[in-house]
């Protein structure tokens, strides 16, 4: 079977970077001379890449265009692109981790070319395919310490393989216990707290949790963001009440329609009431917080289970049960 020339690869991280590498071989085994041209999505020119891909190399019979944050790619914009008839021995491969298949542009994408959509590995395979990752950089661990490098990745392979290979260019020679690698193994800075927050509005308790595991930020500063996002959304879900239109409310918070749009999104998913609930119970844990009643985390776990709850709580909940050490934790 021929490679195709277009293909969009979207979904877990991982799996997208595993099956970009083994295109890339593919590509390599048919031409090894294949040029590979590396581009993101947040920065092409439309026009001059139309222009690239419909032009002859000068240097190789084939080439490999990689773009990578597909995602953010506007619709208009990616449907030219694909439009475009690409010459023979021209691969075009878009990635984009963490897309949806709802995205529209894995729609449009399977109507010209490939689509190769790859769910994060759960569970037992998560687990399985973690210790092969170890096992293929070599690294000495005993099954305290395995279980303890897989548990502090928090699900993160990428993040996962790179902890691995810096474990063993500290011990090339020995085994490494439990305390040494939770010692010398950090994520930070793998997530940004934006995608956390719209977890957590969107009710996505899974992907909420799993993010939260993985940000390693300060958990008053994530509880304080939390907070704002709350207030801003039920401002939003109260104008909406009022049957205010986004051009209105953009202009009246002052913020950009693109985020009043996604935050109208988030506002669907919850009443006033809840909304106003919710920030009622973080007014009360931050309170509780600051006089030591609880701590930090416990007090941004309860508020954030609060918010994705599968059932709405009844309106003025918070307020009726007042957050305690004994109920909290």
């Not at 690409?86 to 963490?98: C, K, R």
């Not at 995205?103 to 959509?117: C, E, F, I, N, Y």
Request: proline fraction near 5%.
């Amino acid at each position: 079977m021929s490679e195709p020339q277009l293909i969009f690869i979207f979904g877990d991280a991982y799996r997208c970077e595993a099956a970009l590498q083994a295109r890339k071989e593919t590509i390599l085994a048919m031409d090894s001379d294949a040029e590979q041209h590396r581009l993101f999505g947040d920065e092409i020119d439309p026009s001059s890449f139309v222009v690239e891909l419909s032009s002859a190399s000068l240097f190789s019979s084939t080439r490999h265009f990689v773009i990578r944050r597909a995602g953010k790619i506007r619709q208009k914009m990616f449907s030219r692109i694909i439009a475009e008839s690409l010459p023979q021995q021209t691969y075009l491969t878009f990635v984009a981790a963490d897309l949806k298949g709802t995205s529209p542009l894995v729609k449009l994408a399977r109507k010209h070319g490939d689509v190769l959509g790859l769910p994060a590995f759960k569970g037992r395979e998560l687990t399985q395919e973690a210790t092969r990752i170890i096992a293929a950089q070599g690294i000495g661990l005993t099954p305290a310490a395995r279980k303890a490098l897989i548990d502090r990745c928090g699900g993160d392979l990428l993040g996962l393989r790179e902890e691995a290979r810096k474990l063993k260019t500290f011990a090339p020679d020995r085994t490494l216990d439990a305390d040494e690698v939770l010692r010398l193994t950090f994520t930070a800075g793998e997530e940004s707290i934006y995608p956390l927050l719209d977890s957590i509005m969107d009710g996505k308790l899974h992907d909420a949790t799993r993010r939260l595991a993985r940000l390693h930020e300060d958990p008053m500063r994530t509880f304080s963001a939390l907070t704002r996002q709350i207030t801003r959304t039920l401002m939003i879900r109260t104008l909406m009440d009022e049957k205010m239109n986004t051009a209105k409310i953009s202009s009246l918070l002052g913020v950009s329609g693109w985020i009043v749009r996604r935050s109208i999104g988030q506002a669907n998913k919850h009443t006033a009431e809840r909304l106003a609930a919710a920030l009622d119970l973080a007014i009360d844990l931050d309170l509780l917080v600051k006089n030591g009643g609880i701590r930090p985390d416990d007090a941004l776990l309860k508020l954030v289970l609060f918010l994705t709850a599968a059932l709405p709580p009844s309106p003025g909940y918070a307020r009726r049960s007042q957050p305690s050490p004994r109920a909290v934790g």
